[in-house]
């Protein structure tokens, strides 16, 4: 039998020592009323049988197109070296560091990790990290809620719909109430936000750039939440905060992120990572695990789970959070993307990204009756165009050709069924641009 | 060792893309964009390779070292799964592909992965349907207590109350807490759920109760009959809490035996990887009254042998996860049920159980063990003889390290002193099983003998015992601070 090693002989030696007369006699407290009244499953397969069949699978997923979806996922290039360091045994066959003893590499990184997002954002503490970018945008709002005692949530209508739809469903039985703010033409209406700061706010929840590529400023609105008690929450992209302003520099009081970006493949929604840093003052309010620098008994330095008071373990439906792993691999993979690329190559993967969309709609609004939605707002790698059709129309009939022009805007917000998203990466070619572009300007 | 900052050196080269013609000062006002550097490192590739393999070198792993770490399920994990989950067909697809109209037709054999794993996740925990979605044990737990809080809304029952044993893991009551229950803690008799205590804290108000089984202890709940039948005398569903699946494959199936949601942990029964903490998964199944409460999607089976994702159940508690899961998580477990199939799953089970019992024989005669019978896949000792404690549960934990183990879960479940948790698992040779015994009760020896020969432990790691008090006050947690 595959992966057990017990022989009849082993199997019989046991038994004379535990003084059972056979295995199944182990099981004899399972009364006959708990018995299964079937268990009917396919018969085992050798290893050879069971990859062929995954890869007649996987090859039923088409391959091969080129593709504009974005909408806050993305397909970055991975160096080769972040498989290659992430895949050593010791890393991923190991279990939480409860032993820092035996953990300090596990440790070490995951205090790396935190290092590397703080530079990012700008704010000086992070957690070891969380399941995805939408889990800490609840878990965010939750310590603002804690933190201020208030239940209101200003949230901006631009930021991701399905970190939106997140926090519906994890808010519906905690008696919050979630303030929706329209966007405009898809950029955040400040005006409007800061005017819904009131006394039974706790957090005021953005995103940059936004759900539709938008690239804003938010110090101001910020700087009025502080003055009203409010904690500022913003969502950011990870791979364009080497370029764009940080969290810390608009005096956020919180920044999460989906960590994708940062050497995890798309792979179908996840395994992701959820990013959350924070000012001083909510450190302890933050949810999941932390790493901290100490030393041992003979002045070594080393690392350690901390701040567990927080913690379920001890605190028990009194924690922070019910979260009680990290992402650690996946937080592994974002430090060793970051250290690979380095300072200057994140940089230029963010410049790249920026330069191709840019010419994307630079050719796509050269089309008759198209238009960038948000007509000269600034944008990132990402923006939203008008079409004079349906966009399901025309991804559809794109698709069928090999290209995926991009997310149907109208799925999330009425009125916009014209609308489409197209995001832009450092692997989109000016070429692949060109294309998309004959093609769409073909199918109007 | 230096952290990877300390090794930067400015102007070295790292796997750079092309240099971009244009940057964002050219494309974005000059208010947009950040002042000071975010000063990540200046590495070589070989700078990386050498600091994280060393790195690497610092921990314990299941392929390195036996970890009989109760509660976790440490068993090993396959490298063929591994394979499939970096299958380019599965890693390079844009989770938002089914959403496009038409598009799903792109994506039908990851659709199909999903579809067939819920299949044969029902049919091994004899549940209705199952989501995939939660992507954690303890986010599970937070699914299914939500769904038990929409049935109940949706049934108009005014429910407020979750219980909970006193020997859960610490994310029950926290999840529903979170689910915006209040917790009714349960004390356990004789190490397992007593009808008569529960008598006491069962009523009207009781929504649901969260069950281990077998418990922390490993011990089985014999009484669960009679516990099914008093919940549903007052409309209160019945939580598995699948931690400790590992030991009743093929022999209980939770929804024959009356449970009304589960989640399982994807990373422990099913032989995922742990890695250091996470990813893992943490699918739920439910029970037919359950079914419209489950999370959306759901992925059906369309006559023409099509898959597609179903958005379409306005009873459903909504999105608990951005797409579908840890999807690649999920494709380990698939590939590692096929592989094994009906009869290497119950083989898995009893090989899991009859270990622990082996283990706990061989045992039992240094360190007491308050519950000495059958166990399951698992069992606790404690440290302490007849309440008097000689040596520290957390003494005998470094000590092993020492030798070259990962220690047992210590100091849980509370409800035994000193308590050392012991799981060897399926995959463990009677060889390794004897030699840890054999290490274990040398250790005990020793200690009796020379204390501080254990509470000077560990002596052979890259450090001794570290300050935690200090870290926990200096907050000291990043190279900046």
Known sequence: MPYVPHTPEDIRRMLDVIGAPSVESLFDEIGPEMRPKRFDLPEGQSEMDVLAHMEALAAKNVSGQVSFLGAGFYDHHIPAAVDALSMRSEFYTAYTPYQPEASQGTLQAIFEYQTAVTRLTGLPYANASLYDGGTALFEAAMMSVRHTGRRKLVVCEAVSPIYRVMLNSYTSNLHLELVTIPHKNGVCDLAALTAALDADTAAVIVQNPNFFGAVSDFSNLFASARAAGVVSIISVYPVLQSVLKTPGEMAADVAVAEGQSLGLPLSFGGPYLGIMTCNKALVRQMPGRVVGRTVDGQGRTGYVLTLQAREQHIRRQKATSNICSNQALCALRALLYLCLVGQEGLTRTANLCLERAHYAAERLTAIPGVARLSGSAPFGNEFAITLPVNAYQVIDKLTSRGVVPGFPLGRYYAGLENALLVACTEKTSMESIGIFAEMLRGSL | ?????????????????????????????????????????????????????????????????????????????????????????????????????????????????????????????????????????????????????????????????????????????????????????????????????????????????????????????????????????????????????????????????????????????????????????????????????????????????????????????????????????????????????????????????????????????????????????????????????????????????????HAPTIYFPLIVKEALMFEPTETESLDTLDQFADDLIAILAEAEKNPEFVTGAPRTLPVTRLDETRAARNMELTDDL
């Not at chain 2, 794993?117 to 992507?135: D, V």
């Not at chain 2, 009356?258 to 439910?286: I, Q, R």
């Open chain 2, 1 to 405: 060792m230096n952290t990877v900052f300390k090794k930067s050196t400015p102007g070295r080269e790292g796997v750079w893309p092309a240099k971009p013609g244009k940057a964002a000062p050219d494309l974005l006002p000059a208010g947009l964009l950040r002042g000071a550097s975010a000063n990540l490192p200046s590495l070589s590739e070989l700078d990386v390779v050498r600091h994280f393999t060393g790195l690497s070198q610092l921990n314990y792993g299941v392929d390195g070292n036996f970890y009989p770490l109760g509660s976790c399920t440490m068993k090993y994990n396959p490298k063929f799964a591994e394979t499939v989950a970096a299958l380019p067909g599965f890693t390079r697809l844009h989770p938002m592909l089914p959403q496009l109209k038409g598009a799903g037709r792109l994506c039908q054999g990851a659709l199909e992965v999903m579809y067939e794993t819920e299949q044969l996740l029902c049919e091994i925990c004899g549940m209705k349907a199952f989501t995939l979605h939660p992507m954690a044990g303890a986010h599970g737990e937070l699914t299914g207590v939500m769904i038990i809080a929409a049935y109940h809304k949706d049934k108009g029952n005014k429910k407020t109350k979750i219980i909970v044993p006193d020997s859960a893991h610490g994310t029950n009551p926290a999840s529903a807490h979170i689910a915006g229950f209040d917790v009714v803690n349960l004390p356990s008799k004789d190490g397992i759920v007593d009808p008569d205590e529960l008598a006491k804290v069962l009523d009207d108000e009781v929504a649901g109760m969260m069950m281990t089984c077998p418990n922390t202890l490993g011990l089985f709940e014999k009484n669960l009959p009679r516990i099914v039948e008093m919940l549903r005398g007052v409309d209160a569903l019945l939580y598995y809490d699948g931690a400790n699946m590992n030991a009743i494959m093929g022999k209980m199936r939770v929804g024959d035996a009356g449970f009304d949601v589960v989640h399982l942990n994807l990373h422990k029964t099913f032989a995922t990887p742990h890695g250091g903490g996470g990813p893992g998964a943490g699918p739920v199944g439910v029970s037919e009254r359950l079914v419209p409460y489950l999370p959306i999607s759901r992925v059906e089976k369309l006559e023409d042998g099509q898959f597609f994702l179903n958005y379409d159940f306005p009873k459903s508690i909504g999105y608990v996860a951005p797409f579908y899961g840890n999807f690649g998580v999920v494709l380990r477990a698939y590939a590692y049920i096929l592989r094994l199939g009906k009869a290497g799953l119950v083989r898995a089970t009893e090989a899991a159980v009859l270990s622990a019992n082996y283990l706990r024989k061989r045992l039992d005669k240094v360190l007491e063990v308050p519950f000495d019978r059958v166990c399951m896949h698992e069992f606790v000792a404690s440290a302490c003889n007849m309440s008097e404690c000689h040596v520290r549960a957390l003494d005998i934990a470094k000590a092993l390290l020492d030798k070259g183990y």
